[in-house]
């Protein structure tokens, strides 16, 4: 009797084993995976696309289920080109959990703002803006606007833009795309508060002097058309922007 026990008892012992190292070597395996991604990403950044795709499919077989791993797929795979498998890898990070990392609905926003779906990706950069654990909301913003404006969508681009400047006011990125879509929809009056705001705040570049520019000369103030197309010619004479002053002001003779 007393040996049936014991058998017994080491028998139920082995068993309990058992899944403690199932367990554990699950751990192993997700820490591998992370590993694995994390050296993808550096092969990424040395330009060494072979082994960035090599470690990423097999952090993938070793933990398809992680958000950061489908993320740094996302990654490898747009940088090889390969655009359907990226957007999925971004989609399936969102659903493994990134619907509540910031880090991956950026990400994965901003990848379909490029390639794929932009109102989805505007509604990922909006989660992220939504989420308490971001720390710069407005850029979430500025990049929701930016997508809904290249979408074809000018209203929502404006809300987006006056959120980011609701948290930020002197964000100069989201002041020069306000003025510039306020031009482009005909309200210059606004655009040219935005426009002076921008350089209130932020050194001036070719675009804001070509913006200011041609939002003056659409209110008629030639004075002040005039001097940001002197700051132009003098300041950025060799950009783009300074080719397009000089075919304007031919035209206008």
Not at 40 to 59: P, S, V
Not at 149 to 169: H, Y
Not at 223 to 245: D, V
Request: hydrophobic share 40%; aromatic share 8%; proline share 4%.
């Amino acid at each position: 009797m007393t040996r049936r026990v014991l058998v017994s008892f080491g028998t139920a012992l082995w068993l309990a084993a058992v899944p403690a190292a199932q367990a554990e070597d699950k751990v192993n395996l997700q820490r591998a995976a992370e590993v694995n991604a994390q050296l993808a990403i550096t092969y990424l950044k040395q330009e060494n696309l072979t082994a960035a795709r090599d470690k990423i499919e097999r952090a993938l077989d070793q933990n398809p289920r992680s958000s950061e791993v489908q993320m740094a797929a996302g990654f490898v795979y747009d940088r090889l080109g390969d655009d359907r498998k990226a957007e999925s890898h971004f989609q399936q990070a969102v659903k493994a959990g990134g619907k509540d990392n910031p880090l991956v609905l950026n990400n994965a926003g901003a990848f379909l703002c490029r390639k794929g779906d932009k109102k989805q990706g505007e509604q990922y950069f909006l989660q992220a803006a939504a989420s308490a654990l971001y720390p710069t909301p407005e850029f979430a913003y500025l990049n929701a606007g930016q997508c809904a404006r290249a979408d074809g969508r000018p209203k929502d681009a404006e809300r987006n833009f006056r959120e980011a400047l609701t948290i930020k006011p002197n964000l100069g990125d989201a002041l020069y795309q306000l003025g510039d879509l306020l031009h482009t929809t005909g309200n210059d009056l606004q655009a040219r508060a935005f426009v002076q705001r921008y350089h209130e705040v932020a050194p001036a570049s070719p675009s804001s002097l070509w913006l200011g520019y041609s939002v003056e000369r659409k209110l008629g103030d030639e004075a002040a058309a005039g001097e940001y197309a002197r700051r132009l010619r003098g300041e950025f004479a060799m950009s783009t922007e300074a080719g397009q002053l000089f075919d304007a002001e031919r035209a206008a003779q």
